[in-house]
């Protein structure tokens, strides 16, 4: 197995191009090229989980948050994150780290928090805007459907839970080529006329390059004649958070109690006494603080997200129950997340979860 081919899976998962401009997903050390055996997945990426590697052959970790954030001008070890790089290259581990851009998709962290909690009526929180573009091209009527079909299959025409969508109008079109030409119908210099499908469908921006190609690939014309529109349409499955439906309404208390097990909380700092009853419920990994808005235009009883500040929790405006769990609680499970998205597609690669516990925060009681 190549580096590049474990890369190539979970960003199918979680396109690099989704992350904030201010994160740095990515390979961070190494060589995509370079074949390994094994694979050790981590929250964080610290000299332990390096020194965990090594013990166990793995030539890559797989990391939730990014080892390197901001500028190195050095690497001489003067601190951790010098270290741990030093002592990743000096043993030929690679590393690399899906972060904000798993946060955002359907089935990501937050999708995974709310499976853990059997939430139901799954749906993204915060969705984002200006994500999504129309492609409208022309086909001779006998090559349409091969056409469509073959950019459905690149991912164009997915709406929720519906794929190949897209509409159709039959017309008229016309050209003529110049002598350099080889046209497919008619001659050349000659204006023709052939019967066409006017195919229009939607499609998510980070897919634009694999959709355009596979249309070039599969249209029978020598140039190929399409547009591609800006649209200002939310993408409601990609986004921050979710928000949720538990079965049957729930006492707070024992809400917060199936929390704390759940995610293996030794606290939870909650505050807001808008309700006795817990039903429906936001959630968002990490530092979600942002997103209390959103969780009150859904009306959920309870937002659960970790990193809350001390005059944070006075937004409540006794509308919602903030529950902080912990930035690193929160996030625990995208270890589970990666692990699956590998081994669906790579049922015989050995990857692994590492037992180290890289959570920095402790609790005294």
């Known amino acids: 197995m190549k580096i590049k081919d474990i890369i190539s899976c979970i960003e199918e998962f979680a396109p690099l191009s989704l992350q904030e401009s201010w994160d740095n997903a990515g390979l961070q050390v190494g060589d995509s090229s370079a074949e390994i055996e094994s694979a050790v997945i981590t929250i964080d990426v610290t000299e332990a989980v390096v020194d965990d590697a090594i013990r166990n052959g793995d030539k890559l970790i797989i990391a939730h948050h990014p080892l390197i954030f901001s500028g190195i001008k050095k690497l001489t070890g003067k601190n951790d994150v010098e270290r741990t790089l030093l002592k990743a290259i000096k043993n030929d ?11 955002v998709v359907q089935n990501g962290v937050s999708w995974k928090m709310a499976e853990k909690l059997g939430l139901k009526h799954v749906k993204t929180l915060s969705p984002t805007s200006g994500l999504l573009k129309k492609l409208v091209t022309f086909v001779p009527v ?3 459907d091969n056409v469509r079909d073959a950019i459905s299959l690149a991912g164009a025409g997915n709406i929720g839970n519906y794929d190949s969508c897209s509409f159709k109008t039959e017309g008229l079109g ?3 080529g110049n002598e350099l030409s080889n046209p497919f119908v008619g001659g050349k210099g000659e204006l023709h006329f052939e019967a066409e499908v006017r195919i229009e469908t ?13 249309l070039l690939k599969n249209h029978p014309y020598e140039e190929v004649a399409y547009d591609i529109y800006p649209l200002e349409n939310i993408h409601h499955y990609i ?11 729930v006492d ?4 917060l109690r199936q929390l704390k097990a759940t ?4 606290a939870i700092r909650y505050s807001g006494t808008r309700t006795n009853k817990i039903q429906k419920v936001a959630l968002c990994g990490g530092a979600g603080s942002s997103l209390l808005n959103d969780a009150k235009k859904v009306e959920a009883d309870i937002f659960v997200t970790g990193d809350y500040k001390y005059h944070q929790f006075f937004d409540t405006e006794n509308q919602i129950i903030i529950a902080d769990i912990g930035h690193f609680e929160s996030e625990q499970f995208t270890k589970e997340l990666f692990y699956e998205i590998v081994t669906n597609k790579f049922s015989k690669f050995a990857i692994r979860l590492t037992d180290v516990q890289t959570n920095p925060v402790k609790y005294l009681f």
């Open 252 to 255: 707070l208390k024992d809400f």
């Open 142 to 144: 006998e090559h349409a």
């Open 202 to 214: 939607i499609f998510p921006s980070y897919l634009q390059g694999k959709i355009i190609a596979a």
């Open 174 to 176: 016309s050209f003529r």
């Open 263 to 266: 995610f293996n909380c030794e």
């Open 93 to 103: 581990i690679a590393i690399y780290a899906a972060h904000t851009n798993i946060d």
């Open 239 to 249: 986004g921050l958070g979710v928000v949720g439906i538990l079965e049957e309404p």
